[in-house]
């Protein structure tokens, strides 16, 4: 319960970062919100994988290149639905575009329960002696 408060802490700063980007780019910049959606989910992504594995999941011993690419493809597809859930309620509930941040805020939250914090636990899982956690165990020396 703890990690999953620390988790959440996590992307309580990731969130912060996702939704000053989008408010930068759509209120200054004059963007879109399905647009400009994108470059603030990798904000918040970079925001996130830098808390959860230093605060969340103490996992900075772990192999940070082995956790970046887990975090990355667990991430692409959180981003992907992301994306996808955000454009879908902007496009069919009348209303939806003005309310664009809250919004963000009920797509993000649905993906992370869903999708994200049920794989990150995997991903910043401690790897058993410097190997990968997903290893299969070693095999036995075959005996002449």
């Known amino acids: 319960m703890t990690r999953l408060l ?3 802490v996590a ?8 939704l000053a980007v989008l408010a930068l780019l759509v209120s200054l910049g004059h963007i879109d919100a399905r647009i400009a959606s994108l470059p603030a989910l990798v904000v918040g992504g970079v925001v996130n994988f830098i808390g959860n594995r230093h605060f969340a999941f103490r996992a900075s011993a772990g192999s940070l290149i082995r956790q970046a690419g887990l975090y990355a493809v667990v991430e692409i597809l959180a981003l992907a639905f992301n994306g996808l ?8 509930i009348p209303g939806a575009p003005r309310a664009y941040v809250l919004v963000r805020l009920l797509t993000s ?9 049920p794989l ?3 991903v910043f899982r401690p790897s058993r002696a410097g190997g990968s956690s997903f290893a299969l165990p070693p095999r036995e020396a075959h005996r002449s």
């Open 85 to 92: 859930l955000y454009d879908f309620i902007l496009r069919t």
């Open 109 to 117: 939250h649905l993906v992370f329960l869903a999708w994200s914090y």
């Open 11 to 18: 992307g309580l700063a990731a969130t912060l970062a996702d």
């Open 120 to 122: 990150w636990r995997i």
């Open 6 to 8: 620390r988790a959440g």
